[in-house]
């Protein structure tokens, strides 16, 4: 499934580049427009994030996603992005989010989301890990909106929450994020080999046809594109006939 993305800050469509806050790009597009445009053209899923949340968790754009998520109605939506408490997932789910993206919260409080996976069910959760490739080929998880090296290893989590219900693992490779150049196609064949139940989200440098051709062709199940959507690359339409 091709899941197109938006990210926000301040209420403005924007992209990093490789997860750099001060390498960004607004575009101005209109949200809404955007979202039925998406829709109109067959989306079944919109991912969100909320780039302002994932930098600052005080500075979260509840009220401007509400907002959202309530002009939705015939498109599911997945977001995430400075999530931290079960307030937050209840306020979410209570505005219309089919899912809830958790990435630097599965890593600082374990046992909490352990506790998230069996109130709200493997549906509803998705697993988000930012990772960079070290020089030893080691997949590091990156938190808080990409500042922060864990120096945990994508597999250690992945193995973790496995018994706990994971289903939904969306996984980035931040030095090709916003950039245009490419997915990491050996990243996410290591993983399905490694995981095969589990439904993966690729994220992540689609810049043409062909890499979503590549990302379907190993089974990647799901592809997240922003930037290239936003910036016309191809169409949805387009991506979804691949």
Request: hydrophobic share 40%.
């Amino acid at each position: 499934m091709i899941i197109p993305s938006l990210d926000f800050i301040n209420g403005k469509i924007v992209r990093l580049y490789k997860g750099n806050y001060n390498k960004k790009k607004y575009y101005y597009n209109n949200v809404f427009e955007t979202l039925s445009k998406y829709q109109s053209q067959g989306a079944n899923f919109v991912h969100l994030v909320d780039l302002n949340g994932a930098d600052n968790v005080k500075n979260k754009q509840n009220f401007f996603l509400k907002e959202i998520l309530s002009s939705v109605k015939k498109i599911n939506i997945q977001i995430g992005g400075g999530i931290r408490t079960q307030f937050d997932i209840d306020f979410l789910l209570e505005s219309g989010a089919k899912r809830i993206v958790l990435s630097s919260l599965a890593i600082n409080n374990k046992n909490f989301v352990k506790k998230i996976f069996t109130i709200y069910g493997s549906e509803c959760i998705v697993l988000a890990l930012d990772v960079k490739i070290n020089k030893k080929k080691k997949k590091e998880i990156y938190i808080n909106g990409w500042k922060i090296n864990t120096k945990i290893l994508l597999e250690d989590i992945i193995e973790y929450y496995l018994s706990f219900g994971l289903r939904y693992l969306l996984c980035t490779d931040i030095s090709k994020d916003g950039t245009l150049l490419g997915p990491n196609i050996n990243l996410y064949k290591e993983i399905l080999k490694k995981y095969p139940k589990i439904h993966l989200q690729s994220s992540g440098g689609v810049s043409n046809i062909n890499d979503i051709i590549l990302l379907k062709k190993i089974g990647v199940n799901d592809i997240i594109i922003g930037k290239a959507l936003l910036e016309e690359k191809f169409s949805f339409i387009e991506a979804n006939l691949c």
